[in-house]
């Protein structure tokens, strides 16, 4: 398991993390999403025991990665963005070089253990620079998994892989998942809602959400854009849509109405229905929009970015976690 209270992170004058907190589950794949900078990497390298905190507290695995830090090291097992490999290894020289490193025991059948699992027992003896990118991410992997640790962070671990290496390496990070507790940092939303039981969403060094997928989902069909058909022409629905204490914006798009609601709050589908009754029309349609992770993460993200912009604004639209 992993519990992040109030974790903050300065590299001098830049706050790379600002105060977040969230858990990570055991037997789950814990998605950490965000865009460019927006504090991923050092939370990471934070949580793996490497990177003191300036502040806050991170347990993993039951210690606290900056009073025990060994400790923590001897569980986590990590894979940074890029892994330190040694090209002129074999896969099997590399992790039994990397077993002695860490101390670990039965060198040679450990190694051989942690490279079936990623499916590459086949490619031991290979030269690890004739290895194609998404084998030596498997072999990073493997390293990571070497000394049975119970919590796996993994950063961005399929980035720069072709489309079939990506699916094998989902896979795997599914099925490690049963076993562990995975964090894994990507920016690639569908992949998070494909793999992850719970995702936590950063922006700018803060936690903008978090939660089940679905759960993510629905909170944004609550207060999300609505569809509406009517039995009138558009340009009399809409200035009275538009009018609506309930609606931020509303718009003509093919046959029917798009309404933005005024906040995330707000239902506006009981007044639209008032409304439209009101005026004697036929309300044919009135349905929320499906929205996917990727337009709950642009909504999140850039209300943090307009709240930044005006923070004399309330910030009745945020989705807190
Ligand atoms: P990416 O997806 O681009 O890797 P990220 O979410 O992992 O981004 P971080 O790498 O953690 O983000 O960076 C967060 C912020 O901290 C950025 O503004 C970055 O420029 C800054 N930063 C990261 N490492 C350092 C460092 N060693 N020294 C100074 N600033 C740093």
Known sequence: MIEVHD????????IAVKGISFTAQPGQVTGFLGPNGAGKT????ILTGFLPPTGGQAIVAGYDVFEQSMEVRKRVGYLPESVPLYRDMTALGYLMYMAEIRGVANRKQKAQEV????????????????????????VGLAQALLHDPQVLILDEPTIGLDPIQVLELRDLIRELGRSHTVLFSTHILSEAEQI???VVILNQGNVVAQGAPSELRST?????RVMVRVSAPSDAVLPIIQ???????AEVSAESIVVLPAN?????RPAIARAVIEKGWDLIELRPLAVNLEEIFLELTQQESAAEEAPAQPTENEVAS
């Open 42 to 45: 050092t939370t990471m390298r």
């Open 115 to 138: 490279l079936e699992r990623v499916q590459l027992g086949k490619r031991a003896h290979s030269r690890i620079r004739t290895l194609s990118k998404g084998m030596r991410q498997r």
């Open 7 to 14: 974790l903050v992170k300065h590299y001098g004058s830049t």
């Open 220 to 224: 944004l069909e609550r207060g999300g």
């Open 264 to 268: 995330l709050e707000t239902d506006p």
């Open 196 to 198: 992850c039981n719970s």
């Open 243 to 249: 009018g609506l204490p309930e609606v931020a914006r």
